[in-house]
C-alpha cells in the first residue's frame, strides 16, 4: 500500500520569504512523486514532480520540490512567497513499479497562507 | 481549451435520484481516471480507463457507481441511489498513458455533488 503525509494542515508565511510545505510518502518500490494545487472551486493544477535522477526538481511558478530518498520526503519549497501563492497544496504518490496501479495517492493537503 | 472539461460543475440531487456527471478528457489522452474529493480532504481514487478498458475499479465505494468509456474518450460516472455520503467534488484526470515516463494527470475543475 502506498501513503502520503502533509503533517501540517496550514502554514503562514510572510510575503517574500521563503516557504516550506512538507510531505512524506511510503511506498512498496521506488516512488513518481507529484505536487499540485488547488485554488477555490479549481481542480488541480500540476506544479512539478519527481521521475528519477536530480533530487532538486523545479516547476512552475518558482516552486522546486527535493527529493529525500533516506528520510522518504518530498518537500515543497519556494525562495521568496508571493500572496498570490496563497492556496491549498497536495502530495500525490504512486509506485513506479506494480503491476498497473496508476493510481495516485494523495495527501490530505496544506493550506498555504501568505500574509502581505 | 485544451484541458479536462467537466460537466456539470454543480449538481444537487435529492436522495435517492441517480445523477450523471460527463468528463472531457484532453484530446489524445489515452488514461482517465475519476477521482472523489470529500470536503477537506485529499483525492481518493475510484477508477481509471486506458482507452475503453477500465483496468481498476478498486476504489468504486458501492455498486451504486459505475463509470465508462464507450469510445475511448468522454467518460461518464454515474451514481445510482444517491445518499448523503455521496455529497463530494468528483474530479476527472486525464494522462498520455503508460509510455509517457511519469504520466502526469492533468485534473478538470471538478462536479460539485450535494445531496439533499
Known amino acids: 500500500a502506498q501513503s502520503v503525509a502533509q503533517p501540517e494542515d496550514q502554514v503562514n508565511v510572510a510575503e517574500g520569504n521563503p516557504l516550506t510545505v512538507k510531505c512524506t510518502y511510503s511506498?512498496?518500490?521506488?516512488?513518481?512523486l507529484f505536487w499540485y494545487v488547488q485554488y477555490p472551486n479549481r481542480g488541480l493544477q500540476f506544479l512539478l514532480k519527481y521521475i528519477t535522477g536530480d533530487n532538486l526538481v523545479k516547476g512552475s511558478y518558482g516552486f522546486e520540490a527535493e527529493f529525500n530518498k533516506s528520510q522518504t520526503s518530498f518537500h515543497l519549497k519556494k525562495p521568496s512567497a508571493l500572496v498570490s501563492d496563497s492556496a491549498l497544496y497536495f502530495c500525490?504518490?504512486?509506485?513506479?513499479?506494480?503491476?498497473?496501479?496508476?493510481?495516485?495517492?494523495f495527501g490530505s493537503g496544506t493550506r498555504l497562507q501568505v500574509q502581505p | 481549451g485544451a484541458g479536462v472539461s467537466q460537466s456539470p460543475r454543480y449538481k444537487v440531487a435529492k436522495r435517492g435520484q441517480d445523477v450523471a456527471l460527463r468528463c472531457d478528457p484532453i484530446s489524445g489522452h489515452v488514461s482517465l481516471f475519476w477521482y472523489q474529493q470529500a470536503l477537506g480532504q485529499g483525492p481518493e481514487f475510484l477508477t481509471y480507463?486506458?482507452?475503453?478498458?477500465?483496468?481498476?475499479k478498486s476504489g468504486l465505494p458501492s455498486d451504486r457507481f459505475f463509470a465508462e468509456r464507450p469510445e475511448g474518450s468522454v467518460s461518464t460516472l454515474k451514481i445510482q441511489r444517491t445518499q448523503q455520503e455521496d455529497s463530494a467534488v468528483y474530479l476527472c484526470?486525464?494522462?498520455?498513458?503508460?509510455?509517457?515516463?511519469?504520466?502526469?494527470?492533468?485534473f478538470g475543475p471538478g462536479t460539485r455533488l450535494t445531496v439533499l
Open positions: 511506498v512498496s518500490g521506488n516512488p513518481y
Open positions: 480507463f486506458q482507452n475503453e478498458a477500465q483496468l481498476d
Open positions: 484526470a486525464s494522462s498520455l498513458g503508460a509510455r509517457a515516463v511519469g504520466d502526469t494527470q492533468y
Open positions: 500525490a504518490v504512486r509506485d513506479k513499479g506494480g503491476t498497473g496501479r496508476r493510481a495516485l495517492t
